[in-house]
């Protein structure tokens, strides 16, 4: 199985270096969820070596393929509303590459900024079924930004619902994500790999929780997650 994945940089979802996919956080806390071990164990026999692969669309590949496709993307931008939303432009031509290299899911990840949480998600959830991953694409979207998703795995205790209201333009800000991460004296790879993410409640993260658990029932055409 190939899953295709787009992020930001290093700290999310990861990079290619040399030829080599060299995972993010983000990544690691996929594999963590209780719905990637029962697509091991239930679509692959409990085989975990070798049987999913995660292959990163760079986005200048992501870029050069959306400008060649535009007048295709445009149409189908202005049939669902959306003829100004980048990242459903952004999504589709992602989506396309990923159907070419027979990616069997594609997920994208960005965070959600300054934006709307709700318009940034429903964006790049239609451009995703636009370019061929109605029931396989999965956006993956914090609000506001992924460090609030890490603060909420390192203490799934807490009010995790309050993170995604903390301020992230300023990084020198006490409670920016990235310098309350940073003053735990930790980072993110640290932290994604002895999380369990199964255990966090905010609703940005569920609702990706919840799209990853559609795919892979549909991609398994079995109900092995709930």
């Excluded at 295709?4 to 983000?26: C, K, L, S, Y």
Aim: net charge negative.
């Amino acid at each position: 199985m190939q899953i295709a994945v787009r992020g930001e940089g290093p700290t999310d979802m990861g990079r290619n270096n040399g030829g080599v996919f060299q995972e993010g956080p983000m990544v690691t806390i996929i594999r963590n969820l209780a719905c990637y071990h029962n697509l091991i164990e239930w679509c692959f026999g409990g085989v975990k070596e070798g049987v999913v692969t995660f292959k990163l669309i760079e986005k200048g590949e992501i870029e050069n393929s959306k400008e060649e496709r535009k007048k295709m993307v445009v149409r189908g931008a202005k049939e669902r509303g959306m003829l100004t939303k980048k990242f459903f432009r952004h999504a589709e031509a992602f989506a396309s590459i990923a159907k070419m290299m027979e990616a069997d899911m594609a997920i994208f990840f960005t965070d959600a900024d300054k934006e709307s949480w709700e318009e940034r998600y429903r964006s790049i959830k239609e451009g995703l079924k636009l370019g061929g991953f109605e029931k396989t694409g999965v956006p993956m979207v914090p609000n506001k930004i992924s460090e609030a998703w890490l603060l909420c795995c390192d203490n799934p205790a807490q009010n995790c619902v309050k993170l995604e209201s903390l301020p992230t333009g300023d990084e020198s800000h006490p409670k920016n994500p990235k310098r309350m991460i940073k003053d735990m004296g930790k980072d993110p790879y640290q932290i994604a790999s002895e999380c369990d993410p199964n255990l966090i409640d905010m609703p940005s993260f569920n609702r990706f929780r919840d799209d990853f658990t559609d795919a892979v029932n549909a991609y398994c055409n079995w109900m092995i997650c709930e």
